[in-house]
């Protein structure tokens, strides 16, 4: 068992994000500790970095740049799309997935919904933002195979089976896609 975070552990933190006016823009208050499997990507780059070779009782402040977070604003991820290519009621604040061009999922959020047109958002609500983190590391341990193999971490009491693979992990369920 590790006492030191490197590639493949398994990381329980507690964590609180806030803005630069000291605004909380996510914390682990509610949630619980966040685990995921370090050194995959699985949580912002500047903090990963951050967390290497950091070990359990250590607590851990950083600001990470847009570079490393969640990059800039980008203008160009701002669409207007015709309404009626919508067949649904669509709200602002729903998130829609899209497909970027390397056939991967791309999240864009509903601005605006006009009368002939919808404003789409593809950047991430924290881009362009200097992320403040203060962590405290809870827990390390080594992942399982199974872990490894899926990309990501089974936590106890998920309660969902993977007998039929991993593409079925509901949302919600404690994994962190
Ligand atoms: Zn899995």
Redo the contacts with the bound molecule.
């Keep these: 068992m590790p006492d030191k975070i490197t590639k493949d552990a398994v990381v329980s933190i507690d964590y609180k994000l806030t803005d630069d006016k000291g605004e909380v823009l996510d914390s682990s208050d509610e949630t619980g500790p966040l685990d995921y499997l370090h050194g995959q990507g699985q949580i912002v780059k500047g903090l990963e970095e951050a967390l290497n070779d950091k070990g359990v009782g250590d607590n851990v402040k950083i600001t990470v740049s847009p570079e490393d977070g969640y990059g800039k604003h980008e203008d160009k991820l701002v669409i207007k799309v015709p309404r009626d290519q919508f067949d649904f009621d669509i709200q602002p604040g729903m998130i829609l997935d899209a497909q970027d061009p390397q056939g991967g999922h791309m999240p864009f959020q509903v601005k605006e919904v006009g009368d002939d047109e919808v404003t789409l958002d593809g950047n991430h609500p924290l881009a362009s933002m200097s992320l403040n983190f203060d962590v405290t590391i809870k827990a390390v341990r080594e992942a399982t195979e199974?872990?490894l193999s899926?990309g990501?971490v089974?936590d106890g009491g998920c309660g969902h089976n993977?007998d039929e693979g991993?593409g079925s992990?509901d949302e919600g369920c404690g994994?962190h896609h």
Excluded: T
Aim: charged share 20%; hydrophobic share 0%.
């Design positions: 199974e872990e899926h990501h089974h993977h991993c992990h994994h």
